[in-house]
């Protein structure tokens, strides 16, 4: 198996694990959280034109809306920049405060960081944000070394700038180890 291969392979492993660490051990915290991330506080969300049309109901073109953002009288919560837009400081639309819950989990509207946060393969290692209170990097750390299993080691480094992002880099012990199989998941055969 080429080197290639066996890098796509755990990448694919490491984004399933931390998909399932997210449903194991953060969204049944989500009800009881006290700092939730959909008030985007201190968390920033980022969007594409049809995220931020549908989200936040605007009516007008993009265009038109550019214009009454940069001219001071858009929504006070949204940037732009790159083409993108991101909001910050009041909650997204799409949470309902009352049940504590996103009314578009399901859907393919759902911006890309929410599905990753807090939790995400990124480059081959899984990133953990450590803002989000439900993440236990102690737990993390065994349940990605389970899932890739015993030829891996997991090496934990916090990022310079922004230490509440970890960085869980998976390293071969032995040079022959690869990663064949599908991720062994804590609790599975
Ligand atoms: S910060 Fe974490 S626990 Fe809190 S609502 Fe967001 S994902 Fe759930
Ligand atoms: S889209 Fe849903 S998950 Fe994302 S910030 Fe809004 S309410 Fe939260």
Request: aromatic share 8%.
């Amino acid at each position: 198996m080429s080197n290639r291969h066996s890098r796509r392979l755990l990448a694919e492993g490491l984004t399933v694990a931390a998909a399932n660490y997210q449903v194991a051990f953060v969204i049944p915290h989500c009800a009881e959280c006290a700092k939730p991330c959909c008030r985007l506080d201190p968390l920033v969300l980022e969007l594409d034109w049809k995220q931020l049309k549908a989200l936040w109901q605007i009516e007008e073109s993009r265009s038109v809306f550019d214009r009454r953002l940069s001219s001071g009288k858009g929504p006070e919560e949204i940037r732009a920049g790159d083409g993108l837009y991101y909001a910050h400081r009041k909650a997204c639309p799409a949470y309902d405060a009352a049940h504590r819950v996103c009314r578009i989990y399901e859907r393919e509207l759902k911006p890309a960081g929410c599905t990753d946060f807090p939790v995400y393969q990124d480059r081959g290692s899984v990133v953990a944000d450590l803002r989000c209170e439900a993440v236990d990097l102690k737990v993390l750390a065994t349940w990605i070394a389970r899932a890739v299993g015993q030829e891996f080691r997991i090496v934990q480094s916090a990022d310079a700038e922004f230490p509440f992002l970890v960085t869980l880099s998976v390293r071969r012990v032995a040079s022959t180890a690869t990663f064949s199989n599908q991720p062994r998941m804590p609790g599975s055969a």
